[in-house]
């Protein structure tokens, strides 16, 4: 089975510090990760993926996420936070091993920056 | 390029009252089709998903059916609505099951 959990339902971080966004997994295989980003009444727009390779993964909107294998890990960053980043971050996986099944989506994450 | 479009964007529905919801894709074929519901502006909850036409699978089972009756047509339905399938409902699509999903901008219902 597959499951990615986000262990903070908010996040507060003032404008131009630094932001992460935290996301853990299970899978029994190798994970295919994925970060989302939802805007009020909105839907999901997509960030960044991670397949293989190099474990930092850039994205849109200056955002980058770094795959740890030994943490089962796969957090969200951006070096410094704008208002405009204020929004609802979702983590989803899916485990290569098991088949074609879709996306699990973790329940989210609020984040909101403080000018 | 690739769109989805979802309508109605607002529904206001009395109880009982029947439902039904429409997504369409643009500029791709044979996509996976994929009904999520969320609810208070929080988690996702997979509904249904589809990888052909009239091939549905539901993920949950509950008072909601969903039709799948062109290659990049996907309804959602009800008979009769609870004021429980108040929700935001987004659609979705990807080249196979486990692929990136791109969204819809999703439809408020709100039941009375």
């Known amino acids: 089975a597959q499951s990615v959990a986000q262990p903070e339902d908010q996040v507060n971080v003032a404008e131009g510090n630094p932001l992460t966004v935290k996301c853990t997994y299970s899978?029994?295989?190798?994970?295919?990760l994925f970060w989302y980003v939802q805007y009020p009444n909105r839907g999901l727009q997509f960030l960044l993926k991670y397949i293989t390779g190099d474990n930092l993964v850039k994205g849109s909107y200056g955002f980058e996420a770094e795959f740890n294998k030994s943490q089962t890990s796969f957090h969200l960053k951006k070096p410094s936070a704008l208002v405009s980043d204020s929004a609802l971050y979702f983590c989803a996986v899916r485990d290569l091993n098991s088949g074609n099944t879709p996306l699990v989506f973790g329940k989210g994450t609020r984040l909101s920056v403080i000018a | 390029s690739q769109t989805i479009h979802q309508w109605p964007a607002t529904l206001v529905q009395p109880v009982g009252s029947p439902l039904s919801l429409e997504c369409t894709v643009e500029g791709t074929s044979n996509p996976n089709l994929y009904w999520y519901r969320q609810a208070a502006g929080r988690g996702l909850q997979l509904l249904f998903y589809?990888?052909?036409?009239?091939?549905i699978s539901s993920e949950v089972p509950q008072n909601l059916s969903a039709s799948r009756p062109q290659d990049r047509q996907f309804i959602l339905s009800s008979k009769k609505l609870l004021l429980s399938d108040s929700g935001f409902y987004l659609c979705?699509?990807?080249?196979?099951?486990?692929?990136?999903?791109?969204f819809g901008p999703g439809t408020r219902l709100t039941v009375l």
């Open positions: 979705a699509w990807s080249r196979d099951e486990g692929d990136t999903q791109y």
């Open positions: 589809s990888v052909g036409i009239g091939q």
């Open positions: 899978v029994s295989g190798n994970p295919y």
